[in-house]
Structure formats: structure tokens, C-alpha cells
């Protein structure tokens, strides 16, 4: 083997090294998408004037983004608490007509669209009105409740011809966009593998939310927030912290899978909820009369891959995804994706074992036949893409949102979208509690074990 040809394949084996490292070799700057084109007026005539339903946790977050986009007027909130209505207030800076009654904002002629962000189990109900009432609607993820919910959902928006939007919001992120279109030109290979993970360890991560200190059945309708729920007696606990309980949330899947399937459903292109699903967990930790584990991993089975996730309230960990192809690796941490190459091939002869003269001359006729020709040698340099600090995906996707409003644009995650995902979701439960594989029926629209 000449010299040349050795430095010629060391060089290519140590660059490959390298990129296993994941080492960044470039970095790129994403350009963020026209919500951040600010200021950009918008014509009088195009104001979008919305109203606010849910105004805890995350609406309040909607509501102060909603009104910091272009041309959007928050015209009245609505929330069963009352110290939630008085937040709206504050919030929109203005008086502005508050209720406990959603439907008076469905008959309100002022309003062209809702921003719901309620607790899951009255996500299909106010979905479901205000598309029969003519009202576009933004509901916060997962779409629903139960299996059924979500079919319900996708006929009330396409009977009433309306805009459903979920409020996963990777479905918007530039992030996730670029990994989209890297996995589209088959950047990566064939992936048969997706993993995605994240960890929390306090006890805000685990929904353990103070209880507000003027709460009450005076200051709360309890009736209406319960909903489809089984009755019972006023209970604070239930109130602030839902997730902890099946009658109104899903538990891990619902609240956290959620956003890691958004995710790999939206760059994969997956259009259907996956067949299978194997969930193993438990509930070690927070012993504190909730009914849904603490620790949860499930491996599905899509056609294309398979894919496992992994949440523990437990262990502070890093949030990532990976999608595993022959060709690399596409990672995303956070508001970054960073993409490693793989040649996925042999950088010297594979003979473990050989004896010497069997292994030498087979690697001089190996070299010969595997030398890169001139100008053919690549780098297998890995490149980070990252998003401007300061971006906020959400701010995005209800920009999205407003602007499906405003022109008729389909929505970018739409009610079958929304309900693929939220499938997953109760597909990883069904696993869990009856401790079977879970498999999905798409002609019965059922999930059984
Ligand atoms: N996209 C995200 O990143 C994200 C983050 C957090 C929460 N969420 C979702 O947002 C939704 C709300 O979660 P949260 O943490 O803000 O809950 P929350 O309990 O803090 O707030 C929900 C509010 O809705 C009100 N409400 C309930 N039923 C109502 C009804 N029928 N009419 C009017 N008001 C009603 C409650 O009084 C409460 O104030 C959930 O679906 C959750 O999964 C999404």
C-alpha cells in the first residue's frame, strides 16, 4: 500500500471518528419565520379578533403572545376560576368583557376565532361547539381525550368547513422545519430508528402546582369543570394539578409524549397513528394519590421505523430526538438540530481472526478495489442549526394560526394531524394499564390488546 493511499484512508477513518464525536463542524443560523418579521402592519381590515377560553398555565401564555402578534385583538376571555378572568385583564391591559360562560363567546358576532386552552377532558366539547357555531379554533395539544373525541373533532371541523389548529407547536418550529426538509432529501439514509427522551426532577415537573390561595367552590364553577368527568366534591388538588389524574388528563403521553410525537410525526411525514405500541412504567416517586405513572417508556411500531420514548419525572435529563439513518444521524436539542454524517461503510478490510499472509494479501486487493478516486473524497463534517436566541416556536405557530384565519390557508396542524398524534397517546396508556401490546384498529377506529 503506498503512503499516500494510507493518509488517504487515515483521513477518512479520522474524520469519521470525529463526526461520531458529534463535533459541530459549521454552524448555521435559522431564519425565523415571518411571525418575526416585525414590525409588519397589518391592514385595519385584517385584524383578527380573537377570544380567549383557558386562561391558566399555558393560556395566559397564548393569550400574551396572541396579543403581541400584528393585527390580533383579544376581544373577551372566558374562565370557570375567577381569579383567571381578572389575569385576562390584566394581561390584555384593557377592559375587556370576561365570563364564566364559553358559549357567550361563541354567540358574540365580534369574535372571528377562539384560543382554547383548557384542561384536556373539555378539549373535543369546546372544539365541537365552536366549529358549529362558525368559529376557527385554536386547541392546546393533546387533541383529545379519548379515541372517540378525536373523530368526533375532525367531523365537527370538516362539516363546518372551519380551522382547527393544535397547539403542538414543533409542528411550526424552524428547527424541526429544517430537519423536515434534510430528511426529505434522504440526508441521513434510511431511518429505522427514532429514539426521543427527556427527564424532570422537581416537583413543578411533576404537576405538583401550588394550589391558589383563594380557591374555592365561591370562586370556581366546579360543576362545569368537571365536565364529562365522574362527579365528586370540590377538590383544589384536581383543579390545579389535572395531569395527575385520568379522568382529565393522559398522564405522561398526554402531556409530554405529545410534543416528542408532534415532533417525529411532523418531520418523518407520518400520516397515520403508529400499529403497535409496548409501554413499561411505574409510578415511584410522587405518591401523592395520582393514577398515572411517574416513568414511562414505549416502543412503537411505525411501517417505516420504530421508535421509542422515554419521560421520567424522576432524573433531570436531556431533551432530545434522534432520527437513525444508514446515512447519519439527525439530532434536535432544544432549539438546536445537529445533523452527523455516516459514510456507513468499511474504512479498512473486515477480517477479525485472518492470519498474516491471508489478511494481508486480501487488504492489498481490498485497497486496490476501495482507493476514493481523485476528488472524490468527502469529509464526513457534522452541522449545527440553530435558532436565534430568543425564538419562541409558540409565538410562531400561533402566527400560524391567525394567518390561516385571516387568508383560509389550510391549517399547518390540523384535527387529523392533532388526532394522529393523540392516538399514540392513548395507544402508549392502553399499554400501560392493561399491560398488553397495543395495537390500533384503523377500520373499527379502536385500540385493542
Ligand atoms: N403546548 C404546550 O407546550 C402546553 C404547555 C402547557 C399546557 N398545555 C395544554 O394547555 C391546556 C391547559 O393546560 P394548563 O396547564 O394551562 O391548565 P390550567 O389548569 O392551568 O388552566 C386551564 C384553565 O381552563 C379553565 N377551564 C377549564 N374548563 C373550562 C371551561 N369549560 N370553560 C372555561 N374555562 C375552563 C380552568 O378554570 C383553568 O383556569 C392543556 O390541554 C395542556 O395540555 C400545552
Given at each position: 500500500?503506498?503512503?499516500?493511499?494510507m493518509?488517504?484512508?487515515?483521513?477518512?477513518?479520522t474524520?469519521?471518528c470525529?463526526?461520531?464525536?458529534?463535533?459541530?463542524?459549521?454552524?448555521?443560523?435559522l431564519?425565523?419565520?415571518?411571525?418575526?418579521?416585525?414590525?409588519r402592519?397589518?391592514?385595519?381590515?385584517d385584524?383578527?379578533?380573537?377570544?380567549?377560553?383557558?386562561?391558566g398555565?399555558q393560556?395566559?401564555?397564548?393569550?400574551?403572545?396572541s396579543?403581541?402578534?400584528?393585527?390580533?385583538e383579544?376581544?373577551?376571555?372566558?374562565?370557570l376560576?375567577?381569579g383567571?378572568?381578572?389575569?385576562?385583564?390584566?394581561i390584555?391591559?384593557?377592559?375587556?368583557?370576561?365570563?364564566?360562560?364559553?358559549?357567550e363567546?361563541?354567540?358574540?358576532?365580534?369574535?372571528?376565532?377562539?384560543?382554547?386552552a383548557?384542561?384536556?377532558?373539555?378539549?373535543?366539547?369546546?372544539?365541537?361547539?365552536?366549529?358549529?357555531?362558525?368559529?376557527?379554533?385554536?386547541?392546546?395539544?393533546?387533541?383529545?381525550?379519548?379515541?372517540a373525541?378525536?373523530?368526533?373533532m375532525?367531523?365537527?371541523e370538516?362539516?363546518?368547513?372551519?380551522?382547527?389548529?393544535i397547539g403542538?407547536?414543533?409542528?411550526?418550529?424552524i428547527v424541526?422545519?429544517?430537519?423536515?426538509?434534510?430528511?426529505?432529501?434522504?440526508?441521513?439514509?434510511?431511518?429505522?430508528?427514532?429514539?426521543?427522551?427527556?427527564?424532570?426532577?422537581?416537583p413543578?415537573?411533576?404537576?405538583?402546582?401550588?394550589?391558589?390561595?383563594?380557591?374555592?367552590?365561591e370562586?370556581?364553577?366546579?360543576?362545569?369543570?368537571?365536565?364529562?368527568?365522574?362527579r365528586?366534591?370540590?377538590?383544589?388538588?384536581?383543579?390545579?394539578?389535572?395531569?395527575?389524574?385520568?379522568?382529565?388528563?393522559?398522564?405522561?403521553p398526554g402531556?409530554?409524549?405529545?410534543?416528542?410525537?408532534?415532533?417525529?410525526?411532523?418531520?418523518?411525514?407520518?400520516?397515520?397513528?403508529?400499529?403497535?405500541?409496548?409501554?413499561?412504567?411505574?409510578?415511584?416517586?410522587?405518591?401523592?394519590?395520582?393514577?398515572?405513572?411517574?416513568?414511562?417508556?414505549?416502543v412503537?411500531e411505525?411501517?417505516?421505523?420504530?421508535?421509542?420514548?422515554?419521560v421520567?419525572?424522576?432524573?433531570?435529563?436531556?431533551?432530545?430526538?434522534?432520527?437513525m439513518?444508514?446515512?447519519?444521524?439527525?439530532?434536535?436539542?432544544n432549539?438546536?438540530?445537529?445533523?452527523?454524517?455516516?459514510?456507513?461503510v468499511?474504512?479498512?478490510?473486515c477480517t477479525?481472526?485472518?492470519?498474516?499472509?491471508?489478511?494481508?494479501?486480501?487488504?492489498?486487493?481490498?485497497?486496490?478495489?476501495?482507493e476514493?478516486?481523485?476528488?472524490?473524497?468527502s469529509?464526513?463534517?457534522?452541522?449545527?442549526?440553530?435558532?436565534?436566541?430568543?425564538?419562541?416556536?409558540?409565538?410562531?405557530?400561533?402566527?400560524?394560526?391567525?394567518?390561516?384565519?385571516?387568508?383560509?390557508?389550510?391549517?399547518?396542524?390540523?384535527?387529523?394531524?392533532?388526532?394522529?398524534?393523540?392516538?399514540?397517546?392513548?395507544?402508549?396508556?392502553?399499554?400501560?394499564?392493561?399491560?398488553?401490546?397495543?395495537?390500533?384498529?384503523?377500520?373499527k377506529r379502536?385500540?385493542?390488546?
Amino acid at each position: 500500500m503506498s503512503e499516500q493511499q494510507m493518509s488517504r484512508r487515515k483521513f477518512m477513518k479520522t474524520t469519521a471518528c470525529v463526526a461520531g464525536a458529534t463535533l459541530a463542524g459549521r454552524s448555521i443560523l435559522l431564519d425565523p419565520g415571518r411571525s418575526y418579521a416585525a414590525p409588519r402592519s397589518v391592514a385595519a381590515g385584517d385584524t383578527v379578533r380573537m377570544g380567549m377560553i383557558g386562561v391558566g398555565m399555558q393560556g395566559s401564555g397564548l393569550l400574551r403572545t396572541s396579543i403581541g402578534l400584528p393585527g390580533v385583538e383579544c376581544v373577551a376571555a372566558c374562565d370557570l376560576y375567577d381569579g383567571r378572568r381578572e389575569l385576562a385583564k390584566e394581561i390584555v391591559d384593557k377592559e375587556i368583557p370576561t365570563t364564566r360562560h364559553y358559549k357567550e363567546l361563541l354567540d358574540n358576532k365580534e369574535i372571528d376565532c377562539i384560543v382554547a386552552a383548557v384542561p384536556d377532558h373539555w378539549h373535543k366539547q369546546i372544539v365541537v361547539d365552536c366549529c358549529n357555531a362558525g368559529k376557527d379554533v385554536y386547541c392546546e395539544k393533546p387533541m383529545s381525550h379519548t379515541v372517540a373525541d378525536g373523530f368526533e373533532m375532525i367531523a365537527a371541523e370538516q362539516k363546518n368547513n372551519r380551522i382547527v389548529q393544535i397547539g403542538s407547536q414543533r409542528r411550526s418550529s424552524i428547527v424541526y422545519g429544517k430537519a423536515k426538509e434534510l430528511y426529505e432529501r434522504g440526508v441521513i439514509g434510511q431511518v429505522c430508528l427514532v429514539e426521543a427522551l427527556m427527564g424532570r426532577n422537581d416537583p413543578c415537573g411533576a404537576w405538583e402546582y401550588t394550589v391558589p390561595t383563594d380557591l374555592s367552590p365561591e370562586t370556581l364553577d366546579w360543576d362545569t369543570w368537571l365536565g364529562t368527568a365522574p362527579r365528586k366534591p370540590f377538590n383544589a388538588l384536581h383543579f390545579t394539578r389535572w395531569r395527575c389524574w385520568q379522568d382529565y388528563g393522559e398522564g405522561i403521553p398526554g402531556d409530554l409524549f405529545v410534543h416528542l410525537l408532534t415532533g417525529i410525526h411532523h418531520v418523518a411525514g407520518i400520516t397515520a397513528p403508529p400499529k403497535r405500541a409496548f409501554s413499561m412504567g411505574g409510578l415511584f416517586r410522587w405518591q401523592d394519590g395520582r393514577d398515572v405513572p411517574d416513568t414511562l417508556t414505549t416502543v412503537y411500531e411505525y411501517p417505516q421505523f420504530r421508535a421509542t420514548l422515554r419521560v421520567t419525572l424522576n432524573t433531570e435529563t436531556e431533551e432530545a430526538t434522534r432520527f437513525m439513518g444508514t446515512l447519519g444521524m439527525l439530532e434536535i436539542r432544544n432549539d438546536e438540530l445537529t445533523v452527523v454524517p455516516q459514510s456507513g461503510v468499511d474504512y479498512e478490510p473486515c477480517t477479525p481472526g485472518w492470519p498474516r499472509k491471508m489478511r494481508t494479501d486480501f487488504a492489498e486487493q481490498w485497497e486496490k478495489e476501495h482507493e476514493p478516486k481523485p476528488a472524490t473524497l468527502s469529509t464526513l463534517e457534522s452541522t449545527r442549526f440553530y435558532a436565534p436566541p430568543g425564538y419562541d416556536e409558540d409565538r410562531e405557530h400561533l402566527w400560524n394560526f391567525f394567518e390561516s384565519v385571516r387568508t383560509r390557508r389550510p391549517s399547518v396542524e390540523d384535527a387529523t394531524f392533532g388526532n394522529n398524534a393523540a392516538l399514540a397517546c392513548h395507544l402508549a396508556n392502553y399499554s400501560y394499564f392493561n399491560n398488553t401490546v397495543a395495537s390500533w384498529d384503523a377500520g373499527k377506529r379502536k385500540i385493542s390488546g
